[in-house]
Structure formats: structure tokens, C-alpha cells
């Protein structure tokens, strides 16, 4: 059983940047592959980012890519994701997620967070 708390979501205007983190208990997480997902009102939750567990593997939406970073730090149990340039259509609940290092990055993962929201200002 893995538990997954997020933070660093709130409010920031276009061109900003937020960090998001994920703190991950169970020692089994250093071996899971991680990732963001987000979800804006009214619409489906969508991949962000996902990263492997030795890091040296990264997969990110083509809306995010360039602009966000995904990393983690085993030691510390944590995932991160640094937001640049913001924009208004950014805004919704981020989650993160993480699950066993099989099948794609970008589905199939097994547990999830509570979520924290992002809101980008025009």
C-alpha cells in the first residue's frame, strides 16, 4: 500500500511558475514509476508527466512539455513537478499517481493522491 499527499498548488497569474511535490510513504515507491495527472472542470483527467524510478526516463503531454519538469528523490520518498510559464489553461486539480514499472507511463496507474489545485490568473 503506497499513500500519496500533495502540495504547493495555489494561485499564481500567466507566466508564473508553482512546484508541486508528492510525498509517498512505503518504501516500495523507490521501485514505482511516478506521474501527474490533471483534471480542469468539466473535463477528463489527462497525463501530464511520468518519470521511472531510476529517473532516467521522462514522459511529458505535448501541452507541457518545455515548460514543465517532472524529477524525484528517492531518498525523500518525493515527486516533483516544476510548472513554468503558466498559463490560464493550466488551471485545474493536479494529482499524482504512481504504480508497479509495467505498461505504459501514461496509464494504468494503481494509486492516487488527493489532489491539489493549480489556478493560473489572466
Known amino acids: 500500500q503506497v499513500q500519496l499527499v500533495e502540495s504547493g498548488g495555489g494561485l499564481v497569474q500567466a507566466g508564473g511558475s508553482l512546484r508541486l511535490s508528492c510525498a509517498a510513504s512505503g518504501r516500495t515507491f523507490r521501485s514505482y514509476t511516478a506521474g501527474w495527472f490533471r483534471q480542469a472542470p468539466g473535463k477528463e483527467r489527462e497525463f501530464v508527466a511520468a518519470i521511472i524510478r531510476s529517473s532516467s526516463v521522462t514522459d511529458y503531454a505535448e501541452s507541457v512539455k518545455g515548460r514543465f519538469t517532472i524529477s524525484r528523490d528517492n531518498a525523500k520518498t518525493t515527486v516533483y513537478l516544476q510548472m513554468n510559464s503558466l498559463k490560464p489553461e493550466d488551471t485545474a486539480v493536479y494529482y499524482c499517481?504512481?504504480?508497479?514499472?509495467?505498461?505504459?507511463?501514461?496509464?494504468?496507474?494503481?494509486?492516487w493522491g488527493q489532489g491539489t489545485q493549480v489556478t493560473v490568473s489572466s
Open positions: 499517481a504512481t504504480k508497479e514499472a509495467l505498461g505504459s507511463v501514461r496509464e494504468g496507474y494503481r494509486y
